[in-house]
């Protein structure tokens, strides 16, 4: 039901019915990343990657960008989040036009001190243009785009363009999940991207965490027995045990005799 009336209003948006302001984007899930990397359509030698991640309140996404590779004159320049995936023949062209769920369009540009009226995949437009090529990187969260399948401003199966000033498009590329064990922790990997490795420390909880290899399993209120050790009941619960039952037992078993009687 709810799938069908993220639809409806797509499709009004779509035919300009329902244009409006973006809402922010609540309860992404979490444990999920998505990535786009060029080179992939376009031109080949725009090296970039755009990693996504939900926040830990759930709250729109996490960017973590990079793009380097040749030198390009034509800036500064733009990035978008496009409606439509780039084909197998890497033509950007085929993207279509920027996501944009709530039909806003492009005119006027967009507002960056009031980022819900721009349109959802307006990126640069809402987070400042790339100056200078290479070189370019940022970090910010969105709180108007959505990793959850379904809604409108959903992403995870788009395609991220950048452009010269003049909207010609340079490169292009497909975001897609990334597979990984980890739930997001809001921590770095070394190459500025975050991390998708097993924790191998304490939770936030103070229990172990699951490990490759068959370590330690995280546990609620305890901790698995070390290798070689007996998981029977101790002897004096045990005993406890055995006396608490034979306090029962005893009346009912005589009970039974006076039935029988």
Do not use: W
Request: charged share 10%.
């Amino acid at each position: 039901m709810k799938r069908a009336v993220y639809s409806l209003l797509a499709v009004l948006a779509a035919n300009g019915a329902l244009a409006a302001d973006a809402p922010e984007v609540a309860g992404n899930p979490q444990g999920v990343q998505y990535l786009a990397e060029m080179p992939a359509g376009g031109n080949q030698g725009v090296i970039a990657s755009f990693s996504v991640q939900v926040p830990l309140d759930g709250t729109g996404v996490a960017f973590t960008i990079n793009v380097n590779g040749a030198s390009f004159d034509g800036g500064p320049f733009l990035y978008h989040i496009h409606e439509l995936p780039v084909p197998e023949n890497g033509n950007c062209t085929a993207t279509k036009a920027h996501l944009d769920p709530y039909a806003r369009g492009e005119d006027p540009p967009c507002d960056a001190a009031n980022p819900a009226s721009c349109q959802t995949g307006d990126l640069s437009g809402k987070y400042g243009k790339i100056q200078s090529l290479p070189g370019f990187s940022a970090n910010y969260t969105d709180k108007y785009l959505s990793l959850t399948p379904g809604t409108p401003s959903f992403f995870g199966d788009k395609s991220v363009v950048l452009h010269y000033s003049n909207k010609t498009r340079i490169a292009c590329a497909n975001f897609h999940e990334v597979k990984h064990n980890s739930t997001y922790g809001g921590g770095s990997g070394s190459n500025g991207t975050y991390s998708t490795s097993l924790p191998t420390s304490s939770d936030a909880a103070g229990g172990p965490t699951s490990s490759v290899g068959g370590g330690a399993s995280s546990t609620t209120g305890g901790s698995r027995p070390p290798p070689g050790a007996s998981s029977s009941v101790p002897a004096s619960s045990a005993m406890k045990a055995m006396e608490a039952q034979g306090s029962i037992l005893g009346p009912l078993l005589a009970i039974f005799a006076l039935m029988v009687l």
